[in-house]
Structure formats: C-alpha cells, structure tokens
C-alpha cells in the first residue's frame, strides 16, 4: 500500500512579509495547549480514514513553524507515529526562520525528532531583506544554517531572485555564495507579485516596478547553468539538490500521491478526494469544537480532475511523465489526457522532451512552463 505524507500546518508569524500570500497571522498570543489539542484531534480525524497506511514524510509549514515549542512539535510527531506508523527513514522538515529568537529553538526541535530544516534565508544582503519585509539580518542568517548544518541531517535554504532592477551580475555573485555553503538542497523562486499582497499594493501605486519576464527568463537560465554545474542540479522548477536530497514530501505532491493535510488553512489529497481546512485560526479552532476535525470543504475530484492535477503537477519534475501510465491509472486514453497535436507541436519546438514513452519540459520550455502547460493539456479529457 503506498505510504502516505503528513502536512502539519501553523499559521502564526511575527509579521507578514509583503510578498506572502500564504495563511499566515500575526497574534499577540497563541494557546499552546489549544492548538496542541486542536491538532491532535485534525490529525486523528485524518488517521481514522487512512488506517493501515504508514508516512514516509512530514513537513511543518507556514507560517514560521520554528515558533513552535519542541515540546508540541515532539508530541505530535509521537501521536502521528502511534496512529500511522513511519516508514523506515522517514523524512520529518521544519520550515524555519533564522532569526535569533527561532535559531534558539533548533536544538529542541532536532531532539523532537525533526531532521531536515528548511530555512527562508530569501536574500543574503541587508538591503534586500528589508525590502522583502524580513526581520532577520544576513548575519543572523549565516550563524542559523551554521547551527543547522551542524544539528539536522539534512539543510535547504530558499532565496527569492529576479528582483526589482536585479542584473545577471548581481544574482550570480549571490547564488556563487550560496552555493559555497555546502547545503544540499536549496530552493530558488523567482519574485511573483501576488494578488492581496502587500507588494501587489505597492506594485498598483507605482513604487516600484518588478523585473520584465525576459530578464526574469534570463536569470531563470543562469540559475539552472550554476547549480547543475555545482552538483545541484533542478529536480523541479524551483528546486535544486544533490542527488538523494531531493525534498521526498514534495515529491508525493508532484507525482500525485495522497497526503494528508491538517492546521489552518491546510489542503489534502487522499482517497480521490480533496479537503480544506478553515483558513482563519479562530474559525478553524472552532471547527474543531464543533466537530473535531478543521474540513471546510471536502469534495470527490472526478477522475478528469486528478488526470489534469497529475500531469500539470508531473511536468514541473526534471523526470517528467509517462502519459500512457497516468492514462492507465485514472481510466483514460493516451490522445484523451495529453493533446496529441500540441504534444507533436511543442515537442517539434523543443519545448518538450518525448521519447522512450516519458514527456519532460526542455531546458528551452522550462521558462515558459505555464504556457507550456496551458497548450498541452485539452480542455476536456476523453474516456478510456
């Protein structure tokens, strides 16, 4: 039976970067032995459905999870391994902010059970970290992938690149640096402006302009030439590593196996159904009161929907697809799940990589992924 993956998501920062879309809050105070009670009868809920399937993954995201006490981080780890069992080698990844008052945290967390940190480092000079709104310096940032290397099994840092008026230059004299750290993955995302942002905002108001897609591309490409040639090549858009360190819990998303995912905001995907929690954190504790899960919404996908998840999802991966496989797996026929004259076209382009029965985005594609996606996949799906 394939094993499963665990999202454990907590909402609460110190303040919302500009550029975060994502379901974080700034509270004055969190209830440590609420949310603690909270999450550990999410994930019952969760165990009751999936029973006799063991995790092979755990990530804690955010929000800034390396706000949690180790002591809630240690027993929920305790409760999931008791309802599910782990795998042997499980992966367990914190996501981690490395300001002092988090890095304080690693040691616990390590002893908790986590081995494997991602930190948001996201720039390494001063003057960018204060325009994308972080509360750490890159000094601060330096001393906890320190103090991280040294206590986790496995480290990745994020950086957000292609900045407002950001040249090749600048960006290569960062990421040279970056990669001299020695970490073994790292994750790499261009800077995208998202709607309800503070920098959406700030963007409408004309006080500063983000950089054109043509150099955005550029440095898109710079990127994929340094970290192939320092041993990290792309698995995945944004992601680069050694090999065997790839994230094995982003894995399960891209190549369309279930997780489950429990705390504010979380999103799931098991059993050929989809689920959501309630986003705010005062809704979704009172979901739990209420009825001892956080589901706001819960809803079968039909077996066109989770084809078109699945191939949207797969193409992001360096490894691709094999259409034939995922036609086989949710019912379909080969021509009814990939557009065969748009696979021919693209393919014809250099856009697409198609042999040996397995369809990968090229190096040429890859900066033009969304289009790429958008030609290939028909607008209905045809039975099998």
């Not at 004055?28 to 949310?35: H, K, P, Q, S």
């Not at 165990?47 to 990530?59: D, E, H, K, P």
């Not at 790499?188 to 150099?215: K, S």
């Not at 029965?357 to 992924?369: F, H, I, M, S, W």
């Amino acid at each position: 039976m394939q094993p499963l993956a665990l999202y454990i998501h907590w909402p609460f920062c110190l303040a919302k970067c500009p550029y975060c879309d994502f379901n974080s809050h700034v509270r004055e105070r969190t209830e440590i032995a609420a949310w603690e009670a909270a999450l550990l009868a999410d994930m019952r809920h969760e165990a009751a459905l999936t029973s006799g399937r063991r995790l092979a993954s755990i990530f804690f995201g955010g929000g800034t999870p390396s706000l949690m006490p180790p002591a809630l981080v240690e027993s929920l780890l305790r409760e999931a391994e008791r309802l599910w069992g782990f795998e042997p080698g499980i992966e367990i990844t914190l996501e981690a902010n490395p300001s002092s008052v988090e890095a304080a945290n690693f040691a616990g967390l390590s002893t908790a059970g986590i081995n494997r940190v991602s930190l948001g480092l996201q720039a390494l000079d001063d003057t960018t970290l204060k325009f994308l709104g972080r509360l750490h310096d890159v000094s601060e940032s330096l001393a906890a992938l320190e103090l991280a290397q040294g206590l986790f099994g496995r480290v990745s840092f994020d950086l957000i690149y292609a900045r407002p008026d950001q040249t090749p230059e600048q960006w290569q004299a960062e990421l040279k640096r970056a990669l001299a750290f020695g970490t073994g993955h790292l994750s790499l995302y261009q800077l995208t402006i998202e709607p309800g942002t503070r920098f959406a905002t700030l963007v409408r108001e004309g006080r500063f302009t983000p950089l054109d897609d043509d150099a955005a591309a550029d440095l898109f490409t710079l990127t994929r030439e340094m970290t192939a040639a320092a041993g990290l090549p792309a698995y995945e858009t944004s992601n680069h590593a050694h090999i065997g360190e790839e994230s094995r819990h982003n894995l399960t998303y891209w190549r369309y196996h279930d997780y489950v995912g429990i705390g504010p905001g979380a999103h799931g995907r098991r059993l050929g159904k989809a689920t959501v929690r309630h986003r705010k954190p005062e809704n979704y504790l009172r979901a739990i009161g209420e009825q001892r899960h956080g589901i706001c919404e819960e809803r079968a996908l039909a077996p066109a929907d989770q084809a078109m998840e699945a191939v949207l999802m797969g193409l992001r991966l360096i490894e691709g697809i094999e259409p034939a496989a995922l036609a086989r797996r949710f019912g379909f026929a080969e021509d009814g799940l990939i557009d065969p004259a748009k696979r021919a076209f693209l393919a014809r382009i250099g856009h697409l990589h198609d042999t040996g029965g397995r369809l990968k985005v090229t190096e040429q594609g890859a900066p033009l992924l969304e289009a790429v996606l958008a030609e290939l996949v028909p607008d209905t799906l045809v039975g099998a």
